[in-house]
């Protein structure tokens, strides 16, 4: 009875935190995609269960679509059975192939995720066309568009005197493939030949020279350490990376949810000529704050973007009504 009366509790004190129920559905919402694109099992079961006592609590409207990233995670386990048994048929899966599996994710469902370029090497491109056009096989109409930046490789590293067995990031990985075709690269030939910031790629190269893979021979120069010298050689490591949150961060997503605010301020400017902010205001809440994860977009953060339009020449701003530049409409 004691823990059935401090359960319901503390879910009131962390809606009371957030400030509203939609607020802390959305929280859940980031937490629980991190979840399941962190782990890259498949298994939802306890994550099922705590929806259920969640929709019990807020209903199922409120949770809907977790529901559906539920279900996502459940439908990508069908798929890449499917696809692996499609390859086998159609020999696909030749000698030298990276074996490959993926998360196949409702776009609309899902909180935005963190952005971030990456090429990857020809032989994984090569898997992930394979990997698509088995999709397409599957799904008729349907087709994949990849993130290829978040995800975890299971990669050996075979050096002179010691062999690391890793979990790593796509990053992590494709940095030190291409140290296979080249012995010494500087951060910006690797940074050009991965399409990837020089600063973000600095970091992934700081994992391996931590792990004793790469050394910085001079600076911004980067070649492997075939041999450890004045220190115990293992000749077997086992670990993991640090994981990453894939989920966008909120400033990430702040500017992209001013975005779409913007498509509507120019929808409404380009109808009605011209509007006040606080009319401007009152619709976009009517229309653009709606949904799984409303945008809590306050009158000033509002003033302030309209400001920025104002300064760049895209709106105008004449006895305190906004409109748009004639050559805009």
Request: aromatic share 8%; glycine share 4%; proline share 3%.
């Amino acid at each position: 009875m004691s823990s059935s009366r401090k359960a319901p509790d503390i879910i009131s004190m962390l809606v009371n935190v957030y400030g509203s129920t939609d607020l802390f559905v959305s929280e859940y919402r980031t937490l629980l995609a991190d979840r399941l694109l962190a782990s890259f099992n498949y298994d939802t079961e306890k994550e099922l269960r705590y929806l259920e006592l969640l929709k019990l609590r807020f209903g199922e409207s409120h949770l809907h679509f977790c529901e559906i990233m539920l279900k996502d995670v459940a439908d990508s386990r069908r798929i890449n059975s499917h696809i692996q048994v499609l390859g086998c048929s159609d020999n696909a899966n030749v000698s030298g192939t990276i074996p490959l599996t993926a998360m196949v994710l409702s776009a609309v469902f899902w909180p935005a995720f963190r952005d971030e370029k990456l090429k990857v090497p020809n032989e994984v491109q090569k898997a992930m066309d394979e990997y698509t056009k088995g999709f397409e096989a599957l799904k008729g109409m349907r087709t994949l568009r990849w993130k290829p930046h978040l995800g975890l490789v299971n990669i050996d590293v075979e050096l002179a005197d010691r062999t690391l067995s890793l979990s790593v990031t796509p990053a992590q990985a494709t940095a030190l493939m291409h140290f296979q075709d080249k012995e010494r690269w500087t951060l910006e030939e690797l940074s050009g030949v991965m399409q990837a910031p020089a600063g973000l790629l600095r970091r992934r190269l700081g994992f391996w020279i931590s792990q004793g893979v790469l050394k910085e021979e001079s600076t911004d120069t980067f070649v492997v350490v075939e041999k450890q010298k004045g220190q115990q050689r293992i000749s077997e490591v086992v670990m993991d990376a640090e994981v990453e949150s894939v989920m966008a961060s909120s400033q990430d997503q702040r500017e992209e949810e001013l975005q779409v605010f913007w498509s509507y301020i120019v929808g409404m400017l380009t109808n009605l000529e011209s509007l006040p902010l606080d009319r401007i205001h009152s619709m976009l809440r009517m229309f653009a704050m709606q949904g799984p994860s409303p945008s809590q977009c306050s009158v000033d953060d509002l003033r302030r973007f309209l400001d920025r339009k104002v300064k760049d020449q895209e709106l105008q701003f004449v006895n305190g009504f906004y409109r748009l530049p004639k050559s805009t409409r």
